[in-house]
């Protein structure tokens, strides 16, 4: 049987990691993850995330969730008083460890360690003398995703609280500042990832520095805000606006225009960066490219533009958290290019203008040349208007914002 263990947790990447390398293990089952959270402030200790986002967390971890409240002033005798109820309790229902997400502060874990064993418990250390730099690279590597929430202004400028955490951040972190933060030049929240049911959805709030320490607050935006006495969810309202660009991008394919100067490739670039949900990624675009077909009629090579399509909006998950100029402009060539080479093959492979030979072959991509020209204009338009009038309303309209479009605003 697996030994039960409680898991310290501060809803930061060095806790996932530490909660990822225990599920690898198999050999452990986590009876809960333990969180101080300052009842003052309804917020995590020290990284000032709200509860509701906590709890959220842990919902989408599946696994429950056990908050020690500190006072904002808490003594090291509250919080060990406090921290020795809590161990009480899951003692007395068998549990015998706490993991900790520490990795190389000789002093922090022999404080834990004499505190457990104050009640005879012991102390796993699952990324204990890992490599900072290898450890957030196989945090990213593994799918995780998180976002700056608090930053010590006397290690590191205030301009990273808000940032999510990517190779190109790391690259940007000073010489002295520790790729995980280890010294507490910052601190995290995770909000996606591999152990994750599904990804949690915020917007940035206020950056407020206090006392040498830069916090970004984070938003929900699940749940329903009142407007006029009426509720309406945020969530839905994202959703809406992004469906109406949708929709508009596709009916635009029954306008008049030159050959190959169409939104397809931008649409499903567009769902994969944009529409959190990867189901709602490959099926608003294909319902709206569908609806639009059933207008226009059918051709032969409508399998290889569809399967193109969606190969494009898998393409377009790269984009997510990451919609700068160049790798927009980077993946929109490479968008047209892909297109190019499935749909042509397809013209070669199914019809019956070019003979099933080398010859043949090369003669249907040489004809198509021409067209590529429209291909490649068509889409730059779209995926200018898609991403960037959706960037403006994002701007603008804060509600529409979630977790991906608002990290990307401040990197």
Sequence with gaps: MKEKILLSWSGGKDSAMALYEVSRGGHHDVAALLTT??????????????????????ESLGLPLHIVSISPNCTNQEYEAK???????????????????????????????????????????PIWKRDTRGLVRAFLGAGFRAVVVCVDTKKL???????????EFVRELPENVDPSGENGEFHSFVFDGPLFRELLRFS??????RNAFCFCDLVPLYGHR?????????????????????????????????PNFTPIAALALFGGACFSDRRAAFLVPLGAMFLSDLAIGWHRGWPW????????????FWLRGRRT??????????????????????????????????????????AAIPFFRNTLLGDALY??????????AERHFPALREAHGMIQTDG
């Design 37 to 58: 959270v300052t009842d003052a402030y309804d917020r995590i200790s020290m990284h000032g995330v709200r509860r509701v986002l906590l709890e959220r967390q842990a």
């Design 83 to 125: 921290m020795d109820a809590a161990l009480a309790a899951f003692q007395s229902r068998g549990v015998q460890q706490v993991a900790f997400g520490d990795i190389f502060l000789e002093d922090l874990r022999k404080y834990r360690e004499d505190n457990l064993a104050k009640r005879r418990m012991r102390g796993i250390f």
């Design 157 to 167: 400028d205030a301009s990273f609280a808000g940032r999510e955490i990517t190779a």
């Design 204 to 209: 940035r709030g206020e950056i407020v520095e």
């Design 226 to 258: 009142r407007s006029n006495g009426k509720e309406f969810s945020m969530l839905n309202t994202r959703f809406a606006v992004l469906l109406g660009f949708v929709l508009m991008a596709a009916a635009s394919r029954l306008v008049p225009h030159p």
């Design 305 to 316: 533009v569809y399967g193109s399509f969606a190969l494009i909006v898998s393409l377009g």
């Design 325 to 366: 100029f160049a790798r927009t402009a980077a993946t929109t060539m490479a968008r047209s290019v892909l297109f190019f080479v499935i749909t042509n093959f397809g013209v070669w492979a199914m019809g019956s203008l070019y003979p099933r030979t080398a010859a043949g072959f090369a003669a249907c991509y040489a």
């Design 383 to 392: 995926v200018a208007v898609l991403f960037g009038g959706f960037a403006l």
